[in-house]
């Protein structure tokens, strides 16, 4: 089992930043690929970003590319979401996310395994 808590997330202004960082206890951080999600109200979830278990491979939607960057730090077993130049479609419900290694090269949600229970990001125009 793997236990995820995210935190960092608020209300910003459009062009404005957050950085929102998610802390896992349990089974070996290392063990897992991350990966981020998020949930505006009335839609699905979608496939933000993710990162593989060493940290060398990224994926990105097309949506946040160049705006917001996945990292993380096996030895603070965190894995960090900066998120620049913020636009109101950014509104959402962020969840962090652990599967299988071979997970973080794709974006659909039924390959993870453990979810946080969000953090709200509210970009106001």
């Known amino acids: 089992q793997v236990q995820l808590v995210e935190s960092g997330g608020g209300l910003v202004q459009a062009g404005g930043s957050l950085r929102l960082s998610c802390a896992a206890s349990?089974?070996?951080?290392?063990?897992?690929?991350m990966a981020w999600f998020r949930q505006a109200p009335g839609k699905e979830r979608e496939f933000v970003a993710a990162?593989?278990?060493?940290?060398?491979?990224?994926n990105y939607a097309d949506s946040v590319k160049g705006r917001f960057r996945i990292s993380r730090d096996n030895a603070k077993n965190t894995v960090y979401l900066q998120m620049n130049s913020l636009k109101p479609e950014d509104t959402a419900i962020y969840y962090c996310?652990?599967?299988?290694?071979?997970?973080?090269?794709?974006?659909?949600?039924?390959?993870?395994?453990?979810w946080g229970q969000g953090t709200q990001v509210t970009v106001s125009s």
């Open positions: 996310t652990a599967g299988p290694r071979s997970s973080w090269s794709g974006k659909s949600k039924s390959v993870y395994d453990y």
């Open positions: 349990g089974r070996p951080f290392s063990s897992y690929a």
């Open positions: 990162i593989s278990w060493g940290g060398v491979n990224r």
